[in-house]
């Protein structure tokens, strides 16, 4: 990896699906997280994308080959966080924790009871992985791409105004203080908020 490439932020993307993984219906929860990252993001990006099954063993060993091995700073999984047998995607993102993140849940969950009540049944977390030289994000999100683009980005007005921040908002400093990249977003998508101490003169 260039010295280039080891400052760039690198997000890795995870469709977790047993129907999609195995072709039954087309993946929407990838190209959607692509798409909204694409409107959001000012800052150059890598991302390594993932599309696997509802399986913990696999799960957790995506998670941490995209942290340990792929250097990912931030790492968005989207798909199998509800209640039914077969969801386990938190169970698997917290057995490679370490640290919980727990505000971010809960602000999920605030969003999505904007829109139904059934946004109680989902169980939608975040976390911290850490090695030795280096930590990456990762946020459990919803499966449906308009659930994920209300959650990134939060809720607005007609005007534009935002009403309720979206989980990204936070996403950057979290990233500053885990040690990754300094990133910069579109603000009428998504404004990043900072301390003032943390802000940083950009080209």
Known sequence: MSIDQAKMLRIGLVSISDR?????????????????????????????LKLISDEQALIEQTLIELVDSQHCHLVLTTGGTGPARRDVTPEATLAIASKPMPGFGEQMRQLSLRFVPTAILSRQ?????????????????????KSIKETLEGLRDEAGNSLVPGIFSAIPYCIDL?????IETNSPVCNAFRPKSALRATN
Not at 23 to 45: I, K, N, R, T
Not at 128 to 143: C, F, K, M, Q, S
Not at 178 to 182: K, N, T, V
């Open 20 to 48: 999609a993984s195995s072709g039954a219906y087309q993946d929407l929860g990838l190209p959607g997280l692509q798409e909204w990252l694409a409107s959001c993001l000012v800052s150059p990006y890598q991302l390594i």
């Open 178 to 182: 885990i040690g990754g990249p300094y």
């Open 125 to 145: 977390i975040a976390v911290i992985r850490e090695t030795r030289d280096h930590a990456a994000l990762i946020v459990n999100l919803p499966g449906q791409p």
